[in-house]
DNA sequence: CACGAGACCTGTTCGC
DNA sequence: TGCGAACAGGTCTCGT
């Protein structure tokens, strides 16, 4: 489930709770379970054990695709990549069916890093900076102005998409926003960065910035089993809507494979380059 | 620098 | 009903 607007939802819900849960803010870790080893990147599972241990959270935020909690010896980082799912409850038992790492805190919650297909990834790091430093801008910063957007874009010689997706150009962007975004700023998933001019690319960060932002208002979208939280899923207007109307024109929604993503597009509103 | 393919994984859905 | 193929929100690595 997890791009920019659900790994913010997510994040949110760790501070503000989910149901009956209160969040963990303020909370101390009492211990943690590892379930499925390779889930925890760094430090070995072992040792990652044995220092999360009687740690106090003192914030909790998110940084690209990372859910980020920094806690009072280190920082937490927690990358949901296809399946991942962080849950809050009270019981005593692993939460749900995939558990693979949980922490239980000082007040009887437990927290569970859910994650079916295992790609999901937690390290605990004395520097995050160690890993996010090679991350691009976050899109919904206003500190990314339009002029040093495009002046990043138009020398590369890459397709949009493949751009947007390459989470060292932009932050935050995957295969879903990628798609509503091209399609908000009428441009075609295959048009070269090179070839935009300024104010196409002026459009596409303020396109960017629309559904993410609008992502983030429907706390995300829930697509599969995976993740229910949000509703964003029945407001796409290309993303997995092939053959369908495009709602802006009538067009049929067409799908195309590139960089093994499916890529969804109106041809009438995003005309080939 | 850019691209494509394969790996890592499990679960659901689709076509025959 | 059964069964294999295709597909799924991500990212890393390797070969060209």
Known sequence: MPELPEVESVARSLVSGQGVTPGIAGRSITKAVVSWARTIAEPSAQIFRRRIRGQQVVAVGRRAKFVRIDLSGGTLLIHLRMSGDLILGFSNKALGTHSRVRFYFDDGQQLSFNDPRKFGRIWL????????????????DTSLSSLH?????????????????DQSFIAGIGNIYADEALHAAKLHPLTLASLISRSQSNALLASIREVLKEGIRRNGASIDWVYQGGDFQNHFRVYQRTGEACPRCGTPVERIVLGQRGTHFCPNCQPAP
């Open 125 to 140: 790091l004395a520097d995050p900076e160690k890993l996010l430093s090679k991350l691009g801008p976050e899109p919904l």
């Open 149 to 165: 957007f495009y002046e990043q874009l138009h020398p590369r010689r890459r397709q949009l998409k493949a751009l947007l997706l």
